[in-house]
Nanobody, 123 residues
Framework: QVQLVESGGGLVQPGDSLRLSCAASRRTFNNYAMGWFRQAPGKEREFVATITWSGTTTYYAASVKGRFTTSRDNAKNTVFLQMNSLKPEDTAVYYC????????????????WGQGTQVTVSS
């Protein structure tokens, strides 16, 4: 079993930045891709970003590309999501997730999920 815990969310102004962290209870994350998803009230959970186990390949949703960056530190079992130039439409609960093998963009592909951290972008 794997436990994922997100942190770093909060209330910010449009144009501000936040860095989210996702810490895993596993000793190692060998061969796991990590994903970031978000969900606003009344909406379906949507893909944000994903990163391979090696950290050499990343993919982003069109809505965040150029503003968000994901990275990982496998020695610390931690994944990061750097969010810049935040917009009100980025407001959502952000989740990290893990899947064995190749990265994916679909919720149903992921085996393990954190409980989420709230990000609110408002003036």
């Amino acid at each position: 079993q794997v436990q994922l815990v997100e942190s770093g969310g909060g209330l910010v102004q449009p144009g501000d930045s936040l860095r989210l962290s996702c810490a895993a209870s596993r000793r190692t994350f060998n061969n796991y891709a990590m994903g970031w998803f978000r969900q606003a009230p009344g909406k379906e959970r949507e893909f944000v970003a994903t990163i391979t186990w090696s950290g050499t390949t990343t993919y982003y949703a069109a809505s965040v590309k150029g503003r968000f960056t994901t990275s990982r530190d496998n020695a610390k079992n931690t994944v990061f999501l750097q969010m810049n130039s935040l917009k009100p439409e980025d407001t959502a609960v952000y989740y990290c997730a893990a899947k064995l093998g190749l990265p994916g963009r679909e919720v149903r592909e992921y085996e393990y999920w954190g409980q989420g951290t709230q990000v609110t972008v408002s003036s």
